[in-house]
């Protein structure tokens, strides 16, 4: 298996370069100025104070009265401030950074990034000649990166560690804060930065350096067969983030670190790159389309630098804020799709357990969320979340803006703890996290929904991300993403109350007494009576088919699926065509869904395959619009790109409720693929193989016990289903009814 990233040109900004992580520290390489710059991010980069009043302008009651004004940015119901602009606060920080002055001007870059090891290959050639090789990694077990660097004049190249650079005007909001220059000593060689940041928090950057010579055959470098030695250096740098009063002690055990890196660095390297080998062997996706298996590749390679067991969520912009500018959008945890999709390919791939921060920090944040409900909605043991959030459970920019102050982001959120329960089985997590948490989520809407003529309940002033109209975002009851959100947490609550041995009967009884989804023609609604009208950009009206996969294959999924593409394409957003490719997946749109996908790779993918807004590259499929929907051309995100793996692994099996359909979004030229250990909801394994345009195995491997039904492409007969090694009788038939239990293996061949 050979999984490469190549970069073959000078990375003149942060979207350019080749990239690391291991979910706390992560670091990106591009050139500035005539020198090699390496920034050094750690999620523990928060500015969380905020400038204004803990209390919203106004309380629910009150804006529903006056919702034009609120609308309109009236300061009386909500608070006025260019967030953009203000610097009010709570934001995500600029990463440090490490610089290696070069003797000359770069004439030819090279990177190569074997993602199987995480390990960077890099080739320099200076105008004058000289060739500078080396490899760069960052250790996925602790907080180094190391940097091996040799060609004549390499052990005296100048490195500095870099804190902040206050003067710049892209970091004016840190000046503005009067955030304090750095602070570096250096003391046998072990050089450390301490920026002060937050109010009381700090940052400690470790760096060592080491002249050695390299032996390029035993280095594996890309001309490993030119065996000769060259002038090396060989750097390892650390960052951690604490409390002031816990400097010294990080600046101890950084240093400490560093110098046993140097020390030690092959053993070190032994532990990286079996940790990276085991994450890569759980699962596998096999495709014969080059564009997409590489994206399937480099997504999951961003995955697992991200997402870790013992980490923190998955913030915009992840492991990999830049140096040089504040972070695009503060940063920070979206509360939507953007949050979402950063772990849909961790569940399908089998790697639950990586989404276990998510639920904890969540978790954790909840007496804030409380707070956020009571204050805002005066319900008590209720939950309601920020759009825009911080890991503390505050509101990033301002705690009471206009987008912190709407309804939906905790569905979104709610919606992502039944998600861990149905592919984990965790009974003790469902119990302590994710039953309490819905329960004040579900809390805050029956304390606000509104009985009419009808008789139904109604939920005001509801969203539906991003539908706009009349140049605002269209707010009104009843939106079909949060009905169909609350019929479907009411339905899991009440078979998760059932595993808990409680009562469940009063979720059903209150979705029960809820307005229904009213459908019609043209399938799924934004809101009741109000269409798609327009190119949309989140399809969140389209939620119960993903993500919560109720509808699949069927005449209402295919005509909402229709209506969407009808409106045309112009005011897409960069997960529009991939999140599109997921519907199309499970509508059984196989070429549809291909073609979305290859549409993002081309069109809203950086140089070294970040998510770009807009449509900054001209491809010209998007209405002309200020690059970036306003920000600058180094502006990027993740979540787009983890829908790639994702659509995917939708394209080999999904569920939808008692079904699980395999190979069901599989394009017509697509003559050979295969899938190893993908998951679907309950925690069961799917292996399947298709060759000469049919299925022809599926192994299933159960992960909890219950009745499950099979079905495939074009209804191929079944030649022989084998249970545990034992063939079973009466099978040969167009689908199958499965009763499984937890460990039990089938394996299903076809004709």
């Known amino acids: 298996m050979n999984k490469k990233m190549v970069l073959d040109r000078i990375p003149c900004q942060f979207c350019e370069g080749p990239f690391w992580g291991n979910g706390k520290m992560g670091a990106v390489l591009y050139v500035q100025n005539g020198k090699l710059c390496i920034s050094v991010d750690h999620v523990g980069l928060w500015e969380l104070r905020e400038t204004l009043p803990d209390m919203p302008k106004a309380d629910f009651q009150e804006i529903l009265a006056h919702k034009k004004e609120f609308i309109a940015g009236d300061p009386r119901y909500v608070e006025r401030t260019d967030i953009f602009g203000d610097n009010i606060g709570r934001t995500r920080l600029p990463s440090l950074a490490v610089e290696l002055s070069l003797p000359g001007e770069i004439a030819s870059f090279l990177a190569e990034t074997d993602m199987l090891e995480a390990g960077t290959g890099l080739r320099l050639e200076m105008k004058d000649g000289k060739v500078f090789e080396g490899e760069i990694w960052l250790d996925s077990c602790v907080n180094v990166l190391g940097i091996a660097l040799y060609g004549e004049g390499a052990g005296e190249l100048e490195v500095k560690a870099l804190g902040w ?33 937050g109010g009381s928090r700090s940052a400690v950057l470790s760096a060592g350096r080491r002249e050695t010579k390299y032996s390029m055959e035993a280095q594996h470098s890309m001309e490993a067969q030119r065996s000769r030695e060259a002038e090396g250096l060989f750097l390892a740098v650390s960052i951690e983030t604490g409390d002031q009063a816990e400097e010294a002690d990080m600046a101890a055990a950084g240093t400490k670190l560093v110098q046993d890196y140097l020390d030690n660095r092959d053993s070190y390297l032994e532990a990286h790159r079996l940790d990276w080998k085991t994450f890569w062997d759980g699962f596998a996706v096999e495709v014969p389309n080059e564009r997409l298996q590489e994206a399937f590749e480099q997504e999951m390679y961003k995955l697992y630098c991200n997402e870790r067991e013992d980490s923190s969520p998955v913030t915009l912009q992840g492991v990999w804020n830049p140096n040089n500018r504040m972070p695009a959008w503060f940063g920070d945890l979206h509360n939507d799709l953007n949050v979402q999709s950063c772990y849909w390919p961790a569940y399908k791939t089998g790697n639950v357990k990586l989404v276990r921060p998510y639920i904890d920090y969540y978790s954790k944040a909840a007496p804030r969320f409380m707070e956020r409900a009571y204050k805002l909605f005066g319900i008590k043991d209720a939950i309601h979340i920020p759009t825009m959030m911080a890991p503390d459970g505050t509101g990033a920019a301002s705690e009471w803006c206009y987008w912190n102050s709407l309804l939906g982001p905790e569905l979104f959120v709610a919606v992502d703890f039944t998600w861990f329960y149905e592919y984990s089985r965790e009974e003790d997590t469902l119990r302590d996290k994710i039953y309490p948490f819905i329960e004040k989520v579900l809390h805050l809407y029956q304390g606000i929904a509104i009985e009419k003529e009808d008789g139904c309940l109604h939920i ?291 004709e």
């Not at 840190?174 to 003391?187: F, V």
């Not at 009104?476 to 339905?491: E, G, I, M, P, Q």
């Not at 519907?583 to 809203?604: D, I, K, P, Q």
């Open 460 to 750: 005001p002033f509801t969203t539906s991300p991003e539908v706009d109209r009349d140049g605002h975002m269209l707010l009104a009851d009843d939106a079909t993403f949060t009905l169909s959100c609350l019929h479907y947490l009411c339905r899991k609550m009440n078979g998760y109350a059932q595993k808990l041995q409680l009562d469940g009967a009063s979720w059903l009884a209150w979705s029960d007494r809820l307005v229904p989804v009213k459908t019609n023609e043209k399938g799924l609604p934004v809101y009741a009576g109000v269409d798609v009208f327009a190119s949309h950009r989140h399809f969140c009206h389209l939620y119960p088919i993903y993500p919560l996969c109720e509808e699949a294959h069927n005449e209402l999924a295919q005509r909402s699926l229709d209506t969407a593409i009808n409106q045309g394409f112009l005011e897409f957003a960069a997960f529009s065509c991939p999140y599109l490719g997921i519907m199309a997946a499970r509508c059984g749109r196989g070429n549809m869904s291909r073609t979305m996908l290859e549409l993002y790779c081309m069109v809203f993918r950086s140089r070294n395959s970040f998510t770009v807004n807009g449509d900054p590259y001209q491809n010209g499929i998007l209405r002309i619009s200020d690059t970036n929907a306003g920000e600058s051309s180094d502006a990027f995100t993740l979540e787009s790109g983890f829908f790639i793996p994702t659509a995917l692994c939708e394209m080999f099996v999904h569920r939808a409720k008692d079904t699980i359909w395999v190979q069901m979004g599989m394009p017509d030229e697509w003559k050979t693929c295969s899938c190893r250990e993908l998951a679907v909801e309950g925690g069961h394994r799917v292996t399947s193989e298709r060759e000469d345009y049919s299925i022809r195995r599926i192994l299933l491997k159960a992960g909890c016990e219950e009745t499950l039904t099979l079905r495939w492409k074009d209804d191929i007969p079944v030649k022989r289903v084998m249970r545990n090694g034992t063939e079973m009788e009466g099978c040969k038939q167009k689908s199958l009814t499965l009763e499984v239990l937890p460990g039990e293996e089938f394996v299903i061949e076809f």
């Open 165 to 197: 650079d206050l003067d710049s005007p892209r970091l004016k909001p840190l000046k503005d804060w009067h955030y304090e220059p750095c602070i570096q000593t250096e003391e046998n060689g072990l050089v450390t930065v301490r920026q002060h940041f």
